[in-house]
């Protein structure tokens, strides 16, 4: 995230890096970026490529160019600017293929803008504003096509109120209100359709709550609570339904970042204890993705690349550096795309790497 209003929600102090992980092996470094980025999205689109769009890049200064990579030549083009300059926005791939990317920051503020991008034509386009500005807020496909954008900071607060953007309309229209105010929260799409919510900040209080937004009813109901306060986390929905919830801190920021986690249970709406992180991380929410085999490798928030499986965390390799809000996208052949992220001194990179499981 950007400047000023951002710099403060994400309490940018800068502590040492956490322990390292051992003798796992180091990743070589794959194609560069056309620019360095960090705070940005990766989306995989429908014939297999991956945007990468927006973020900030050295001096935190926001971007609206975007650039694709190629699995197939294992390099990265450049794919056009948005319409407006934006980091720490939401991307989503849509049913019909294009990619709906909203909110964000842009140098100083939080936006309500939002826009479509098109791997046909290779263009950005406007479509329907939100309802409120919103920085850090979380997009979630809905199975009727249409998606849920939840929270967020407006610049002066964190937000309870929530949009549903009709791709058939292009329009962002209100939905229910969340129990909490949240920003920098975590949302997960559930089996049975509905989407939990879990932790956040307001940006001055760090929450353990959770709830669930039922698209029939368009309501938010609460659900069991956190074991711990988390913001800058992640969650990953495991293969037998039950969702991943992982690292993460408290109010004190870098001075409190979780190797933790926790598992809710739709049947029972609790949260329990699992494994360990190998090392303690934050500022990751796009930094995880499932495999087909069902592992989640958790490839932000630190420099060690995790695997998580039948409760444990394993180390299986690391980066040059700890990356903060990085991306991890799963490519075709089952590849983790790792791309940008900034360190510890607050410097985006515009390395990527590749780990073949």
């Given at each position: 995230?950007?400047?000023?209003?951002?710099?403060?929600?994400?309490?940018?102090?800068?502590?040492?890096?956490?322990?390292?992980?051992?003798?796992?092996?180091?990743?070589?470094?794959?194609?560069?970026?056309?620019?360095?980025?960090?705070?940005?999205?990766a989306?995989?689109?429908a014939?297999?490529?991956?945007?990468?769009?927006?973020?900030?890049?050295?001096?935190?200064?926001?971007?609206?160019?975007?650039?694709?990579?190629?699995?197939?030549?294992?390099?990265?083009?450049a794919?056009?600017a948005?319409?407006?300059?934006?980091?720490?926005?939401?991307?989503?791939?849509?049913?019909n293929g294009?990619?709906?990317?909203?909110?964000?920051f842009?140098?100083?503020?939080?936006?309500?803008?939002?826009?479509?991008?098109?791997p046909?034509?290779?263009?950005f386009?406007?479509?329907?504003?939100?309802?409120a500005?919103?920085?850090?807020?979380?997009a979630?496909?809905l199975?009727?096509?249409?998606?849920?954008?939840?929270g967020?900071?407006?610049?002066?607060?964190?937000?309870?109120s929530?949009?549903?953007?009709?791709p058939?309309?292009?329009?962002?229209?209100?939905?229910?209100?969340?129990?909490?105010?949240?920003?920098?929260h975590?949302?997960?799409?559930?089996?049975?359709g509905?989407?939990?919510?879990?932790?956040?900040?307001?940006?001055?209080?760090?929450?353990?709550?959770?709830?669930?937004?039922?698209?029939?009813?368009?309501?938010?109901?609460?659900t069991?609570?956190?074991?711990?306060?988390?913001?800058?986390?992640?969650?990953?929905l495991?293969?037998?339904?039950?969702?991943?919830?992982?690292?993460?801190?408290?109010?004190?920021?870098?001075?409190?970042r979780?190797r933790?986690?926790?598992?809710?249970?739709?049947?029972?709406?609790?949260?329990?204890?699992?494994?360990?992180?190998?090392?303690?991380?934050?500022?990751?929410?796009?930094?995880?993705?499932?495999?087909p085999?069902g592992a989640?490798?958790v490839?932000?928030?630190?420099?060690?690349?995790?695997?998580?499986?039948?409760?444990?965390?394993?180390?299986?390799?690391?980066?040059?550096?700890?990356?903060?809000?990085?991306?991890?996208?799963?490519?075709r052949?089952?590849?983790l795309?790792?791309?940008?992220?900034?360190?510890e001194?607050?410097?985006?990179?515009?390395?990527?790497?590749?780990?073949?499981?």
């Amino acid at each position: 995230m950007v400047v000023r209003t951002a710099v403060a929600l994400l309490c940018l102090m800068l502590l040492p890096a956490a322990a390292g992980a051992g003798s796992v092996p180091l990743l070589p470094a794959g194609a560069a970026l056309e620019v360095e980025r960090a705070a940005h999205t990766a989306t995989r689109l429908a014939d297999g490529r991956v945007l990468v769009a927006g973020g900030i890049r050295a001096g935190e200064a926001a971007l609206a160019s975007a650039e694709a990579y190629d699995p197939s030549t294992r390099d990265f083009s450049a794919a056009g600017a948005m319409t407006s300059v934006r980091s720490g926005h939401t991307a989503t791939l849509l049913r019909n293929g294009l990619v709906l990317l909203a909110g964000g920051f842009d140098d100083e503020d939080p936006v309500r803008t939002a826009e479509l991008y098109d791997p046909a034509t290779g263009r950005f386009e406007r479509t329907g504003s939100l309802t409120a500005p919103r920085g850090g807020a979380t997009a979630t496909l809905l199975r009727d096509g249409r998606v849920l954008v939840a929270g967020g900071y407006d610049g002066s607060r964190s937000l309870r109120s929530t949009d549903l953007y009709d791709p058939k309309s292009g329009r962002f229209s209100r939905a229910g209100a969340m129990r909490t105010a949240r920003a920098a929260h975590t949302a997960t799409r559930l089996r049975d359709g509905r989407v939990l919510v879990t932790g956040g900040n307001t940006p001055d209080r760090v929450s353990r709550s959770a709830e669930i937004y039922d698209p029939r009813t368009r309501r938010f109901s609460a659900t069991g609570s956190l074991a711990i306060r988390r913001h800058k986390h992640a969650a990953a929905l495991l293969g037998n339904g039950r969702v991943l919830v992982l690292g993460g801190s408290d109010e004190r920021d870098w001075r409190r970042r979780y190797r933790t986690a926790e598992v809710f249970d739709p049947r029972t709406g609790r949260f329990s204890t699992t494994g360990l992180l190998s090392q303690a991380r934050f500022k990751m929410p796009d930094a995880v993705a499932v495999t087909p085999s069902g592992a989640v490798l958790v490839a932000g928030g630190a420099q060690v690349v995790d695997r998580f499986r039948a409760g444990r965390f394993v180390p299986v390799a690391k980066l040059d550096a700890a990356r903060y809000y990085s991306t991890a996208t799963l490519l075709r052949d089952g590849s983790l795309l790792i791309v940008g992220g900034y360190d510890e001194s607050i410097t985006p990179t515009a390395r990527s790497f590749l780990y073949k499981p």
